[in-house]
T-cell receptor
Framework: GEDVEQSLFLSVREGDSSVINCTYTDSSSTYLYWYKQEPGAGLQLLTY?????DMKQDQRLTVLLNKKDKHLSLRIADTQTGDSAIYFCAENPLDGGFKTIFGAGTRLFVKA | GAGVSQSPSNKVTEKGKDVELRCDPI?????LYWYRQSLGQGLEFLIY????????KSGLPSDRFSAERTGGSVSTLTIQRTQQEDSAVYLCASSLPWGPYNEQFFGPGTRLTVL
């Protein structure tokens, strides 16, 4: 079945790196995503990675994909208090049409 | 508007009443999604509309839930005979049908509280 799992909470100090992990089940997924949700707002696409890539870097964000283990991670370098939010991992199964499967979200707390 | 809008932003209702939640997608986005976000439950897919195709209703939790999309634009999610377990934030998203990576654009949500 389709399932995306991620830990619910992560707490880091300002300036440290944050690593948010996710596992997914559908190996057919073409794209894997990280969405960010700030308090009182909807989700916003943060970054995505195509399934034939191992790594994608975008400024302070690094996405690592291990297809063998179906493991996706998001690393935020030099974490700031403004990074405090909920981060959702998501996959787009090939046979799911445009249906995107989201994880439960990881709430990131950044301590000053 | 520039983004997805939803109304109302907050809705408090009594158990057993019907509610209607509205979503205005981004102009030109033919795909529209409804999700439910409950505390600690993550994002639960409810229903998906794509153009004139039959909607994917596979996520609707019971027959008390229904949704329609008029004219390929505005969508309404209706919950009949609300129950306390229906309390959640209901999120709407829209996307282009053939975008390279199917980015979904989310509205701010409607927080539903059933007393």
């Amino acid at each position: 079945g389709e399932d995306v799992e991620q830990s619910l909470f992560l707490s880091v100090r300002e300036g440290d790196s944050s690593v948010i992990n996710c596992t997914y089940t559908d190996s057919s997924s073409t794209y894997l995503y990280w969405y960010k949700q700030e308090p009182g707002a909807g989700l916003q696409l943060l970054t995505y990675i195509f399934s034939n890539m191992d790594m994608k870097q975008d400024q302070r964000l690094t996405v690592l994909l291990n297809k063998k283990d179906k493991h996706l991670s998001l690393r935020i370098a030099d974490t700031q208090t403004g990074d405090s939010a909920i981060y959702f991992c998501a996959e787009n199964p090939l046979d799911g049409g445009f249906k995107t499967i989201f994880g439960a979200g990881t709430r990131l707390f950044v301590k000053a | 508007g520039a983004g997805v809008s939803q109304s109302p932003s907050n809705k408090v209702t009594e158990k057993g009443k019907d509610v209607e939640l509205r979503c205005d997608p981004i102009s030109g986005h033919t795909a529209l999604y409804w999700y439910r976000q409950s505390l600690g439950q993550g994002l639960e897919f409810l229903i998906y509309f794509q153009g004139n195709s039959a909607p994917d209703k596979s996520g609707l939790p019971s027959d008390r839930f229904s949704a329609e999309r008029t004219g390929g634009s505005v969508s309404t999610l209706t919950i009949q005979r609300t129950q306390q377990e229906d309390s959640a934030v209901y999120l709407c998203a829209s996307s282009l049908p053939w975008g390279p990576y199917n980015e979904q654009f989310f509205g701010p949500g409607t927080r539903l509280t059933v007393l």
